[in-house]
């Protein structure tokens, strides 16, 4: 018997965890500016918000099907996608990194509970929003899944030879 699942699993909750506090200033930051809509966002608070909801979007699925291990797949790529995250100094991002985190420990939760409730104090989540067990589950903002530009693959003979990015909006 190998303990490396449960390396794995600790290895993980370790990066959620170093995540929150590394980052918890600039979240409660976002927190503060309260819902104001998401006028003037910029590109990489966008694209967090975008591959957040997405990855909501499909939590919210697996759960339906009872596929746990697909949710914590999923929770994954959200802290990998949080992680990755390139996002500027302004108002407008902390909220946007404070939405997608808030997204995260809601959908770790049912998982977790001990650790993401923690956090979620921490982070200062409990003042705003009440305690994680009363906090709504997270709805998908479908206004947040559109994307400006697509990216399409080029196949010649079915090898890969390239890609073009066009707007989402443009005609065949």
Not at 34 to 59: C, P, V, Y
Not at 84 to 105: E, K, M, N, Y
């Amino acid at each position: 018997w190998s303990d490396s699942g449960v390396d794995g699993a600790h290895r993980y909750l370790r990066r959620v965890w170093a995540f929150g506090q590394s980052h918890a200033d600039f979240i409660r930051r976002g927190m503060a500016q309260g819902d104001q809509g998401w006028e003037g966002i910029d590109e990489a608070s966008r694209t967090l918000r975008r591959e957040a909801h997405t990855l909501l979007k499909q939590a919210d699925y697996d759960y339906q099907r009872i596929h746990y291990n697909t949710v914590v797949s999923t929770c994954m790529k959200m802290l990998n996608t949080l992680e990755s995250a390139q996002l500027p100094d302004t108002d407008v991002a902390a909220r946007a990194l404070a939405d997608a985190a808030g997204i995260l420990l809601r959908v770790l939760y049912p998982v977790v509970p001990h650790i993401t409730w923690q956090l979620w104090r921490d982070l200062g989540y409990a003042s705003t929003q009440g305690e994680l067990l009363d906090a709504p589950w997270p709805t998908v903002d479908e206004a947040a899944l559109v994307a400006d530009e697509i990216e399409l693959m080029l196949q010649v003979n079915g090898k890969l030879r390239g890609s073009i990015t066009v707007p989402s909006a443009a005609t065949k």
